[in-house]
C-alpha cells in the first residue's frame, strides 16, 4: 500500500474552559506518505503538540478526520483506537518514557507482548531492532545505565517495533546534547528511509532539517511548508 | 564571494606544493564542493595579482608544458598571518535581510509575521537541502567541505533563531503601541489562511 500512513483533514481541536473555548487546531490538513518525515515547528501554544496527540489517538478531534495506514480513527469504539494505537503508531517523547523496571531489550519487546506474542518471539524482534539503532550489546541493560542518547534509540526501536509504520516524536532531542541529537536523528531517519513515516515536533531549525518537509504551526493553523526537494546543487550556486 | 577570500583560498592551495592556473580551479571546487562559484577567469586574474605581489612565483613548467607556481617566503608568512588574523566586524558582508527586517519592523503598515515567516520557510528549506548534503558527506569526505556545510547550516540555524526573535520583538512593541490603520502591505494568503494575532 503506497498510500499516505497519516492522513490528517480538516481536523479541529476546540477545547472548552468554562465559557471560553479554546480553539488549539483550526483546520488542519497533513499527510504523511512511508519514508517522509514531517517536521512540525511554531511557538509554544501554537497547537504542535495537539497535533500529534491527534494524530497518535491520544485525543479526539472536535471537527475533522483522522487517518491511520486507511483507518479512520473516527469510526472506532475506544478499544479499537487503543488497539490501533498499540499496532500501528509508535512515540518518541522527550524524556523517553522507557519502563524503568525492564530492560532495553523488555522496553522494546512490550507492545508485541501486549499484542499478545510470545516471549522468546518478541524478545528476538526486539533484540533485532535493538541491533537497527546500534544498541544489540545494551539489550539486557536497565533505562538507569544506559545514556540519555542510547534511551531514546531504545525508545525509536519500540516505536517501530513489530508492523508500526508511523512514529510520533515530541521534542526527542529535547534533553539531548548537539552530538547525541544527531545520532538519534541519525537513526530515526534509517527507521523512516527504510519505510516507516514520521512526524517530528522541534524547536531546533537544525534538527528540523532532517525532515523532508517543514510545516508551520500558528494559532492552531499550517501558515506555510517548506516545498519538496529539487537539487540542493542549485544551492550551492553553479560554478561550471 | 569577496576578493580577498578567493585570492587568500588560492594562496592556501599553494601549500601542499607548486600548481598550475586550471588545477587551482579544479582543487578550490573539490574543496568547497561547488559552494562557492568561482570562474576560471576570477581564478587566472587572482593567480596574476598572487604573482605579481611576490606571494607566488613561477618555477617552470611541468611535463605537460603547464605553467607551475610556487608559494614564496613572503606569501607563507602572509598565509600564516591570514590564518591568526580574525574576521573582524567590517570584513563581514551586509544582509540585506537584516535591512529588511530592521526596516519592516518600524513600518506599522507591513505585516510582520508575513515577512518572517515568507524567509523562515526558505531559510528551513535551505537547511533541509544543506542537511541533506550534510547527511552524504562521510567521514571519507573533505574536511574542508563538510566543514563549510556546517558553516552555512549552523548560519541558517542563527538566522532562524533570529527571525523568531525579530518578529515576536516587533509584534510585542506593536502591541503595545497598535498601529494606525489597516495594513496595507502583505495581500497575499500563504496557506489556507493568514493566522491573525
Redesign the interface.
Known sequence: MSGPVLRLTDVERVYQAGEVSVRALA?V?LSVRPGELVAV?G?SGSGKSTLLAVAGGLDTPTAGSVEVEGVQLGGLDPTAVAHLRRDRIGYVFQDYNLVTDLTAAENVALPLELAGAGVRSARSAAVAALEEVGLAAEADRFPDQLSGGQQQRVAIARALIGGRRLVLADEPTGALDSQTSIAVL?VL?ARIDAGAAGVLVTH???Y???????I?V??????????E?DD??R?????? | MQRTAVRWGLLALFADGPKYGYQLRTEFDARTGGSWAVNVGQIYTTLDRLARDGDVAPVGTNEDGREMFAITEQGRRALEGWYVTPITETDRPRSELAIKLAMAAVDPHVDIALVVQKQRTESMRQMRDYTDLRRRAGAEDDLTWTLLLDHLIFGLESEIRWLDHAEATTLRRRHDRPPPGPSRVATEQPMPERARR
Open positions: 483546520g490538513s515547528m511557538p541519525k531517519r531546533e531549525a537544525r528540523a532539517g532532517w525532515a523532508d518537509r517543514t508551520f500558528r494559532d492552531g493553523r499550517l501558515v506555510d511548508a517548506t516545498p526537494r540542493p546543487r544551492l550551492l550556486g553553479e560554478s561550471s
